[in-house]
């Protein structure tokens, strides 16, 4: 079940971080630069049926995950969005918050939902050279 939810956002293609009760995947949508995934490496389809280790290692990945944002891109703001409707095991859709449209590469990205919600069906879907210099540019950003 992991395993496909895993393939479907792309792994390991998309793979940022891996750590040992979370992994941390670039969005291949793109609904704002730097969007990411956020998945439970345990084989579960309810939040609190996650184990306690996977509890306290939420907080060093979500500190790391906005500090290597902030780094890469300067977000205004970033949301947590954690809809387990198709994919069913524990993840979260991690979306940076702009005011302004933000470039990288020669792609921009507009915050189409700002200052409400995201707007999940606004998106970039980059190219492989872009979706792979987006990964590696955030992947260099993250704490070691």
Same mark, same amino acid.
Request: charged fraction near 20%.
């Given at each position: 079940?992991?395993?496909?939810?895993?393939?479907?956002?792309?792994?390991?293609?998309?793979?940022?971080?891996?750590?040992?009760?979370?992994?941390?995947?670039?969005?291949?949508? =793109?609904?704002?630069?730097?969007?990411?995934?956020?998945?439970?490496?345990?084989?579960?389809?309810?939040? @609190? =049926?996650?184990?306690?280790?996977?509890?306290?290692?939420?907080?060093?990945?979500?500190?790391?995950?906005?500090?290597?944002?902030?780094?890469?891109? =300067?977000?205004?703001?970033?949301?947590?969005?954690?809809?387990?409707?198709?994919?069913?095991?524990?993840?979260?859709?991690?979306?940076?918050?702009?005011?302004? @449209?933000?470039?990288?590469?020669?792609?921009?990205?507009?915050? =189409?939902?700002?200052?409400? #919600?995201?707007?999940?069906?606004?998106?970039?879907? @980059?190219?492989?050279?872009?979706?792979?210099?987006?990964?590696?540019?955030?992947?260099?950003?993250?704490? #070691?």
């Amino acid at each position: 079940m992991l395993k496909d939810t895993l393939k479907k956002f792309g792994y390991p293609d998309t793979l940022i971080k891996e750590y040992s009760h979370w992994i941390v995947l670039l969005r291949q949508s =793109q609904v704002t630069l730097g969007s990411l995934i956020l998945i439970s490496k345990e084989e579960v389809t309810q939040f @609190p =049926q996650l184990s306690q280790r996977a509890f306290s290692e939420l907080r060093q990945v979500s500190g790391d995950i906005e500090t290597a944002l902030k780094s890469a891109f =300067q977000y205004d703001k970033i949301n947590y969005l954690m809809l387990m409707m198709v994919d069913r095991e524990v993840h979260y859709h991690v979306i940076p918050r702009y005011t302004t @449209p933000t470039v990288f590469g020669k792609a921009t990205f507009t915050d =189409q939902g700002w200052p409400g #919600a995201p707007d999940l069906k606004s998106y970039v879907a @980059p190219n492989t050279d872009l979706l792979v210099a987006l990964r590696d540019h955030i992947k260099k950003a993250f704490p #070691a």
